[in-house]
């Protein structure tokens, strides 16, 4: 296992493009959190979560979490140097294993970076923007039980996008496939959800799609009214993670490469 881990950590480091995708996911997160934390004001804005504001961003860097779990193994498939993966680590879910290892190692690191400097920038713009003491908002801080648990809990979300989206593309198989089916779950199936007719499926999709329901984490406020609770929903995107990695892990095992 610690060969595959070094040979996957030796490809992820070099592939090109790694650290542009890294950067971009952290660089587009903080970029999102500061323009929503700009932009949303009070009073026309003071039933906000202004943790979750601030940690809005992190909806922009999901997509480029996903592009490079994705091009952690789909390229492999386009090219046909699966094979030569696989004669060097003959043990096919020690392989996967360790692209998960990878990936996720790489991905919560960039994850607290961006989360941290999320909520840095949210501390700093919300009161101007009347989300003051003055008005019962206290300053976003990590000694505030909640607002640590959507931070920590935004790193968790971001990490399993990456397991959800590197299974996808085990199953898959294609770069551009995986890519399509990845940004579809995370951001075509939560729109469905804001127009769906019927209360009663717009509450389903809230309660059980992987992104809906991951990003309940973030939330601090008024947490009797969502869909699902935070950790629950969280688990939601987990089952979701570790049903893609197990499809991808059988699928490995029964087809050739």
């Given amino acids: 296992m610690t060969r595959a881990l070094h040979a996957e950590w030796t490809k992820l480091r070099t592939m090109p493009g790694t650290g542009w995708l890294v950067l971009a996911c952290v660089v587009l997160t903080i970029a999102g959190s500061w323009l929503v934390s ?3 004001k009070c009073p026309a804005s003071c039933g906000a979560d202004t943790t ?3 940690l809005t961003g992190v909806m922009v860097g999901q997509a480029f979490v996903a592009i490079l779990a994705i091009g952690v193994i789909a390229p492999e498939y386009d090219s046909g140097m699966i094979k030569v993966t696989l004669a060097a680590v003959p043990r096919r879910g020690a392989m996967l294993a360790a692209k998960a290892v990878v990936i996720t190692a790489v991905v919560a690191a960039a994850g607290v970076v961006a989360v941290l400097a999320s909520l840095l920038i949210g501390r700093l713009l919300e009161p101007d923007n009347g989300f003051s003491a003055a008005r019962g908002f206290a300053a976003l801080s990590l000694t505030h039980g909640p607002t640590l648990r959507a931070a920590a809990g935004s790193v968790l979300y971001l990490a399993l ?3 959800l989206s590197l299974g996808l593309a085990s199953v898959l198989r294609d770069s551009a496939a995986a890519l399509s089916v990845v940004l579809g779950l995370i951001y075509l199936v939560p729109l469905l959800a804001d127009v769906a007719l019927s209360h009663r499926w717009q509450h ?6 992987p992104t809906e329901a991951g990003l309940a984490i973030q939330a601090t406020r008024n ?3 969502l869909p699902i609770g935070p950790w629950p929903g969280l688990g939601v995107l987990a089952a979701w993670a ?3 990695m197990l499809l991808g ?3 490995l095992r029964l087809r050739d490469a």
């Fill in 52 to 54: 979750k504001l601030s």
């Fill in 249 to 251: 892990y059988l699928l």
């Fill in 161 to 163: 996008i990456g397991l």
């Fill in 204 to 209: 389903h999709l809230e309660r059980w799609a």
């Fill in 223 to 225: 947490l009797a009214k």
């Fill in 38 to 40: 700009a932009v949303v």
């Fill in 242 to 244: 570790a049903g893609a």
